[in-house]
Structure formats: C-alpha cells, structure tokens
C-alpha cells in the first residue's frame, strides 16, 4: 500500500470511532432524559435536548461531518445539563 491509501484507512478508521462515540453519546442522552422524565424529575430545557439531537444530524456543522468532535462535544453538554436539580433518594451529595 502507498502512504495515500494507508493514510485514507486510517482517516476513516479514526471518522467510524468519532462516529461510534457520537452515536454512544446520542444514546446516552436519550435514555437520561426518558429516565428523568420517568422519575418525574426536571430534565431541563427541551430546547438544548433538541439542539443537541439537531445539532448531530443536520448536515450544517462547525466542523466537516468526518471529524465528529463538535458533535461530541455538544452532546456532552447536553448531558451534562440533563442533571437532576436535586438528588434522587439514598444518593449522596459530593462534598
């Protein structure tokens, strides 16, 4: 193999594990906003879940769709803000 083609393996090996990791990232925000909801718990704005979910499907990006890192990180933060305003009974505040 030249150094083109293995340098075009590895640029979609590398997008396939950015993808993967979005996609995990899409699922996990998915199933915590449906477990809140369930546990009657706010799961904050509808909009950032939304966006988030937007954000990973529409075409329009920050980045070129191949490097998925933008799209990861608005995942995360759309977790991230999916936290409960208070704690669930028999957990622990950090201190």
Request: proline share 8%.
């Amino acid at each position: 193999m030249d150094t083109t083609t293995t340098l075009l393996v590895i640029g979609a090996v590398v997008a396939a594990a950015l993808l993967a990791v979005a996609v995990g990232l899409l699922v996990r925000l998915v199933r915590a906003r449906r477990t809140l909801r369930r546990a009657g718990l706010p799961t904050g704005p509808r909009w950032v879940f939304w966006g988030a979910v937007a954000y990973l499907l529409l075409p329009a990006d920050l980045l070129p769709d191949p490097v998925y890192l933008d799209d990861i990180g608005v995942l995360v933060l759309a977790l991230r803000s999916l936290r409960p305003a208070r704690t669930l009974p028999g957990e622990t505040t950090a201190p």
